[in-house]
């Protein structure tokens, strides 16, 4: 699996979109973008995930470069209950071994 | 719909016992499962994985060892815990003909003492 590099941290204000950003520049041409996050205490949650094209769900929009080898995943209006740590995971659909799980970014919403 | 069961949410077992954590899955059949660990402060490490009954693998050396005695049933055991056995333990499922995601259950945290 690809690597990927995430800040350690963010800070967004209630009610603002939060925009984290992944690196992935060693993305192969078969691997998608997956993204997760865990609120404290809980199992990690399926945000989205994406090939090549933006995609959007009923939780967040996830916006991939052009080249692949980065990608920002999009709360367009962030809640208390967004704080979370998110995890960018790179990988190929259908591998059944699992997903590895980086640090991921601590992103905490500011009332 | 799919849903996951992992049980118990809270458990504390002293150094030395045993251990048995269970993960059930409805509405899918065939699926990948898999049992992480979360140490305190720590990420998530992937430390088995299942596709198909009595199929294990193994992804680190330890005190642990999994089982998988139905198609949607996965068992995480040890013989004798020790201290470094205490963490978050997950269990999750994937459905290998399904390009998305992984679905985790709630956990169980474990505390040796």
């Known amino acids: 699996d690809a690597k990927t590099t995430q800040p350690p941290s963010m800070d967004c204000a209630e009610g603002r979109a939060a925009n984290l950003p992944c690196n992935h520049s060693?993305?192969?041409?078969?691997?998608?973008v997956y993204w997760y996050r865990q609120i404290h205490s809980q199992g990690p949650q399926y945000i989205i995930h994406?090939?090549?094209n933006n995609e959007t769900n009923e939780m967040a929009s996830l916006i991939i470069t052009e080249d692949r080898k980065s990608s920002t995943l999009i709360l367009p209006h962030a809640t208390l209950r967004d704080t979370a740590v998110y995890y960018c995971?790179?990988?190929?659909?259908?591998?059944?071994?699992?997903?590895?799980f980086g640090k991921g970014t601590h992103l905490i919403i500011q009332p | 719909s799919q849903t996951i069961h992992q049980w118990p949410a809270t458990l504390v077992q002293p150094v030395g016992s045993p251990l048995s954590l269970e993960c059930t899955v409805e509405?899918?059949?065939?699926?990948?499962l898999y049992w992480y660990r979360q140490a305190a402060g720590r990420g998530l490490q992937l430390l088995f994985y299942?596709?198909?009954?009595?199929?294990i693998s193994s992804e680190v050396p330890q005190n642990l060892s999994a089982s998988r005695p139905q198609d949607r049933q996965f068992i995480l055991s040890s013989k004798k815990l020790l201290l470094s056995d205490s963490g978050f333990y997950l269990c999750?499922?994937?459905?290998?003909?399904?390009?998305?995601?992984?679905?985790f259950g709630s956990g169980t945290r474990l505390t040796v003492v």
């Open positions: 999750a499922w994937s459905v290998g003909s399904r390009v998305g995601g992984y679905t």
């Open positions: 060693t993305i192969s041409g078969n691997e998608y």
């Open positions: 994406g090939l090549k």
């Open positions: 995971i790179v990988r190929v659909a259908r591998g059944a071994d699992g997903l590895t």
């Open positions: 509405g899918t059949s065939n699926p990948n």
């Open positions: 299942s596709v198909g009954i009595g199929q």
